[in-house]
């Protein structure tokens, strides 16, 4: 009997035993899992990160504040704009100075007037004028008198009143008055003076001191430096009047020195100034300077520009925008469909269905009035979104809502 209880109490130890090793096993195990839940995981490179989607669905209110067109094609000229000076065209605008020197006795015209071609500009006191005038009387006073000689001779001449020699000289005598008078007239006359007043100075006996200057061509007192009793010499700085063409401006303007082969003779300009923001003055390139100036590396290109109504002033800061070449079609949309990322990417929206859009990446070229140019990214046909793409973009960045 104690035996028997002696068996059952080894039995029941046993028992004891295998429970206390269980559970420490159990216990083991489950510490060991909930370390394993502790530490990081190793994450899949592919999907660790989840890419934001690019695509967008609209609702049909949505909708409304979008525009969608096909992608087509558009005109782009090269253009190059620079920016430059308004000025007098040097080669329409004449320095008026007297042929002779003298002191100016008066002046009829002012700074701004117009004037027309020939029109009298100011008269001078020449002593040159004066001696050939003199000159001029004395040549007919002296014509007048071997005349009379002569005709005096030819009568004597008839009657056996004179010698052959006597009337020969006579003869010779009128002959070379004849010339003198000629070339005083012919003196005279490259001042200016008309036959007709020579000959009133010669019925008078009186010379008339005022040389008169003319406008060499027609168009606006420009420039004024002679006021009365003022002497002037020809080519002697300043010139009392200065007369312009002001129909015609120049535009002055640099241009970087690599771009120098891109501009030739006779190209379109369009010229802007502040003065007329709306108008578009009209021109060509009509001369490329041969030097660069080594400060700025810049050459000065000039431009012809119509100026019929005398609108432009010199000294006007313009813009300036250069027709390189003629336009070339090419793929192209709407510049308000393209959006600049914050990366700097340029995207836009396309679509298939007019509902989804998808943001593709776009690489843009010229632009050209409300268009852009589209190198690579889309193709003709393909419908993209032309005006609200923006706000889709914004859509895209907007975080998810609640």
Same mark, same amino acid.
Not at 37 to 49: C, F, I, L, R, V
Not at 211 to 228: C, H, N, Q, R, W
Not at 381 to 386: D, R
């Given at each position: 009997?104690?035996?028997?209880?002696?068996?059952?109490?080894?039995?029941?130890?046993? *028992? &004891?035993?295998? %429970? =206390?090793? /269980?559970?420490?096993?159990? $216990?083991?195990?489950?510490?060991?899992?909930?370390? !394993?839940?502790?530490?990081?995981?190793?994450?899949?490179?592919?999907?660790?990160?989840?890419?934001?989607?690019?695509?967008?669905?609209?609702?049909?209110?949505?909708?409304?504040?979008?525009?969608?067109?096909?992608?087509?094609?558009?005109?782009?000229?090269?253009?190059?704009?620079?920016?430059?000076?308004?000025?007098?065209?040097?080669?329409?605008?004449?320095?008026?100075?007297?042929?002779?020197?003298?002191?100016?006795?008066?002046?009829?015209?002012?700074?701004?007037?117009?004037?027309?071609?020939?029109?009298?500009?100011?008269?001078?006191?020449?002593?040159?004028?004066?001696?050939?005038?003199?000159?001029?009387? *004395? &040549?007919?006073? %002296? =014509?007048? /008198?071997?005349?009379?000689? $002569?005709?005096?001779?030819?009568?004597?001449?008839? !009657?056996?009143?004179?010698?052959?020699?006597?009337?020969?000289?006579?003869?010779?005598?009128?002959?070379?008055?004849?010339?003198?008078?000629?070339?005083?007239?012919?003196?005279?006359?490259?001042?200016?003076?008309?036959?007709?007043?020579?000959?009133?100075?010669?019925?008078?006996?009186?010379?008339?001191?005022?040389?008169?200057?003319?406008?060499?061509?027609?168009?606006?007192?420009?420039?004024?430096?002679?006021?009365?009793?003022?002497?002037?010499?020809?080519?002697?700085?300043?010139?009392?009047?200065?007369?312009?063409?002001?129909?015609?401006?120049?535009?002055?303007?640099?241009?970087?020195?690599?771009?120098?082969?891109?501009?030739?003779?006779?190209?379109?300009?369009?010229?802007?100034?502040?003065?007329?923001?709306?108008?578009?003055?009209?021109?060509?390139?009509?001369?490329?300077?041969?030097?660069?100036?080594?400060?700025?590396?810049?050459?000065?290109?000039?431009?012809?520009?119509?100026?019929?109504?005398?609108?432009?002033?010199?000294?006007?800061?313009?813009?300036?925008?250069?027709?390189?070449?003629?336009?070339?079609?090419?793929?192209?949309?709407?510049?308000?469909?393209?959006?600049?990322?914050?990366?700097?990417?340029?995207?836009?929206?396309?679509?298939?269905?007019?509902?989804?859009?998808?943001?593709?990446?776009?690489?843009?070229?010229?632009?050209?009035?409300?268009?852009?140019?589209?190198?690579?990214?889309?193709?003709?046909?393909?419908?993209?979104?032309?005006?609200?793409?923006?706000?889709?973009?914004?859509?895209?960045?907007?975080?998810?809502?609640?």
């Amino acid at each position: 009997m104690e035996r028997r209880l002696s068996g059952k109490k080894a039995a029941s130890m046993a *028992g &004891a035993l295998l %429970a =206390l090793v /269980l559970g420490a096993v159990l $216990l083991k195990s489950e510490s060991h899992s909930h370390a !394993n839940e502790s530490k990081p995981q190793p994450s899949n490179p592919a999907t660790a990160t989840e890419q934001p989607s690019t695509t967008v669905e609209l609702t049909p209110s949505q909708l409304g504040t979008i525009k969608i067109a096909p992608v087509g094609t558009y005109d782009f000229p090269l253009n190059k704009e620079t920016v430059g000076n308004i000025s007098f065209a040097d080669d329409h605008s004449v320095q008026v100075f007297p042929s002779y020197q003298g002191k100016i006795i008066r002046c009829f015209a002012e700074l701004g007037d117009q004037v027309k071609k020939g029109q009298p500009l100011y008269t001078i006191e020449s002593p040159d004028l004066i001696q050939a005038e003199s000159n001029l009387i *004395g &040549a007919a006073a %002296a =014509l007048d /008198l071997t005349s009379k000689e $002569l005709d005096r001779a030819k009568e004597l001449d008839g !009657n056996s009143g004179v010698s052959q020699r006597e009337y020969e000289q006579a003869v010779s005598d009128q002959q070379t008055a004849e010339g003198a008078l000629r070339a005083a007239r012919d003196a005279v006359l490259v001042f200016g003076k008309s036959d007709t007043e020579m000959d009133q100075m010669i019925a008078s006996r009186k010379i008339d001191p005022a040389l008169v200057v003319l406008s060499p061509i027609s168009g606006e007192v420009t420039g004024f430096d002679g006021p009365a009793g003022l002497l002037v010499q020809p080519g002697n700085p300043p010139a009392p009047f200065t007369v312009t063409n002001v129909s015609i401006k120049w535009m002055l303007a640099g241009v970087i020195e690599s771009e120098i082969p891109l501009f030739h003779l006779e190209q379109p300009v369009e010229v802007k100034v502040m003065a007329y923001p709306d108008r578009i003055f009209h021109g060509t390139v009509s001369k490329i300077y041969a030097s660069v100036d080594p400060d700025t590396h810049r050459a000065t290109l000039r431009s012809e520009i119509n100026d019929p109504h005398n609108e432009l002033r010199p000294g006007m800061l313009a813009n300036f925008i250069i027709h390189v070449r003629k336009p070339v079609e090419a793929t192209a949309m709407p510049a308000n469909g393209v959006v600049r990322e914050a990366d700097g990417t340029m995207t836009a929206w396309v679509t298939t269905d007019r509902r989804h859009f998808s943001q593709r990446v776009v690489k843009i070229g010229l632009r050209f009035n409300d268009h852009v140019e589209i190198l690579d990214g889309l193709q003709p046909g393909e419908l993209v979104v032309t005006d609200g793409a923006v706000f889709l973009s914004n859509m895209l960045e907007a975080p998810p809502s609640d």
